[in-house]
């Protein structure tokens, strides 16, 4: 069949992870999609990409990424994230609504889209946050197209975004169908504990002040919400042992995820080296909960792994705790942090692929990516697992300057990423020109004449 064909990209005696596991095959594009997998050694194409010795991994794809336009410029922006993202194998990311101003309605995400084109290096779709000001549309705006879904505060918010009594939650669980992200934390019990850091504090004490029942008690009142109204929902970075038991019992309407710094940093140790660097919401927390979430990756209880990018600049995160922000970078990173653990044997890579590709792609209905079969679309994280390197401040992109790994060193690191069959960075350059597109799902609204 291949020899009827001219492929436009041919990836050359690489190891795949395929549904069917890892293989040693080769992989045909056209017009942007996987056309055949197999022996393609004498096949004809316009570019050929010598993949030996290296593993071709469906495109990750970062469904927790904050990147601050429009608003916060200063910090982070769509052009720089998606370098960012792409730099470290990531294929397409979904951004959070707490932007000033937030996106809430079609013109809001409209904006997004548009300042995406011709700047953004990924594909990527944005999250509608619920609010009381658009409570009524929900519905209508979760299927807008370059929508990923409505995304629910319950604590930690910014501008209009929170939604915590439990009739406003009941009202947004019912106004739509697809599957929400929650970011639950308390609301209430954080307010009653902040005195005891309201003076200032270490930041060793964020874990204590936002301790592990203001997230127990959030992520049980969102799955009792979501059992009631039978409303498919997504807890945002778990990151206690605690939560696991009540998501393993709501599996059927629950997803969950954690992070690459939940996994990796534990307290106290990370506050002592890092300070308000190691500061994020939920919180990096004490060795047995990092334990207990690999736990969770390890049971299956986890589905994804987002970097809940959120960069703050060091002048901001100099602030005395707790006015400090939090948030860290962490797009760029994911990868490498990640395969330093499968080669460290925490997870194996078919897992990795699993928690970055197959699982977001299957919560959030993606139409066309997340697995390496023919007629998806050519999105491939190519690594080489032998690859050591030390995370640097000049490897990064983030318009922030710094991350939580900086002078780590890592087993296994991005070497290419390619996005619907087009190179986008090689080597550790990025290559061409932005070429980023909206996601599409299958659960949203295509218009009119628009192709497939």
Not at 108 to 113: E, P, R, T, Y
Not at 164 to 179: C, F, K, M, S, Y
Request: charged content about 25%; overall charge negative; glycine content about 10%.
């Amino acid at each position: 069949m291949s020899n009827s064909q001219v492929f436009d990209l041919v990836l050359l005696g690489g190891t795949v992870v395929t549904p069917a596991g890892q293989e040693r095959v080769d992989i045909g594009v056209i017009k942007g999609k996987i056309a055949e997998i197999g022996d393609l050694s004498s096949a004809e194409a316009a570019e050929t990409f010598d993949a030996g010795g290296l593993h071709i991994l469906p495109g990750v794809i970062d469904s927790q990424v904050h990147f601050r336009e429009p608003g916060l410029e200063h910090k982070e922006d769509l052009a720089c994230g998606t370098a960012a993202a792409a730099l470290g194998g990531v294929t397409g990311i979904f951004e959070m609504p707490n932007t000033q101003p937030n996106t809430l309605f079609e013109e809001d995400l409209n904006d997004k889209l548009s300042r995406c084109e011709n700047r953004a290096w990924t594909d990527h779709a944005f999250f509608i946050g619920a609010s009381d000001e658009n409570m009524d549309d929900l519905a209508e705006l979760e299927r807008l197209p370059g929508c990923a879904g409505i995304k629910i505060f319950m604590g930690s918010s910014t501008g209009s975004l929170l939604v915590e009594q439990p009739e406003a939650l009941r009202a947004v669980l019912t106004n739509g169908t697809r599957r929400s992200p929650v970011h639950a934390e308390d609301e209430q019990r954080l307010r009653e504990r902040f005195e005891m850091v309201r003076d200032g504090a270490h930041p060793k004490m964020h874990p204590e002040w936002r301790d592990a029942e203001a997230a127990v008690l959030a992520t049980t009142r969102i799955c009792a919400l979501a059992r009631e109204t039978g409303r498919r929902v997504h807890v945002l970075h778990i990151s206690t042992r605690d939560e696991l038991p009540i998501l393993e019992a709501n599996k059927e309407l629950i997803t969950c995820e954690t992070t690459p710094q939940h996994l990796t940093l534990s307290a106290p140790d990370c506050y002592e080296r890092l300070g308000t660097l190691a500061q994020m919401n939920p919180p990096v927390r004490s060795e047995e909960h990092r334990l207990g979430l690999w736990e969770g990756v390890r049971r299956g209880i986890i589905d994804v792994l987002g970097s809940d990018h959120a960069p703050h600049t060091l002048e901001e995160k100099g602030k005395p705790y707790p006015q400090s922000p939090s948030g860290m970078p962490g797009v760029q990173t994911l990868v490498p942090v990640m395969l330093d653990h499968v080669n460290k044997g925490n997870l194996t890579l078919e897992r990795f692929v699993d928690l970055t590709a197959h699982g977001p792609a299957r919560i959030y209905n993606i139409a066309s990516k997340g697995r390496i079969v023919c007629g998806y679309d050519a999105d491939f994280t190519v690594v080489d697992l032998e690859r050591r390197e030390v995370i640097s401040k000049d490897w990064l992109a983030s318009k922030c300057g710094w991350s939580p790994f900086e002078g780590v060193e890592v087993k296994g690191w991005p070497v290419s990423t390619i996005i619907r069959g087009n190179i986008v960075m090689r080597d550790g350059e990025l290559v061409g020109d932005p070429i980023g597109q909206p996601v599409r799902f299958e659960d949203t609204i295509v218009p009119t004449g628009r192709e497939d």
